[in-house]
């Protein structure tokens, strides 16, 4: 494995010693989880933007309740 060397400022470093799991957890480990989760919310935002693009065709389309609507069918005041 190549290493190589990065320069941080205290408060990134503080920040990355922060998001260990324990305190052996290497610098590297930390930053692979932080970016393997950056890329996750990527594709959960994807998501959401579909179901957003969905909710809009509903409601052009009228397929839509009132708050009201809900509540009387649902039995609530």
């Known amino acids: 494995m ?3 060397t990065i ?3 205290k408060t990134v470093k503080n920040d990355l010693k922060k ?3 324990h305190p ?4 590297e480990t930390v930053i692979t989880r932080l970016l393997k989760v950056t ?7 994807k998501q959401v933007i579909k179901n957003i693009e969905a909710g809009i065709a509903d409601i052009r389309a009228g397929r839509v309740y009132t708050s009201e609507q ?3 069918k649902l039995g609530l005041k």
Do not use: R
Not at 24 to 27: A, P, Q
Not at 39 to 45: A, C, N, R, T
């Open 39 to 45: 890329q996750e919310d990527d594709v959960l935002s």
């Open 24 to 27: 052996g957890e290497t610098y």
């Open 7 to 9: 320069k941080l400022s």
């Open 19 to 21: 998001q260990m799991n």
């Open 70 to 72: 809900v509540k009387k």
């Open 2 to 4: 190549e290493q190589s």
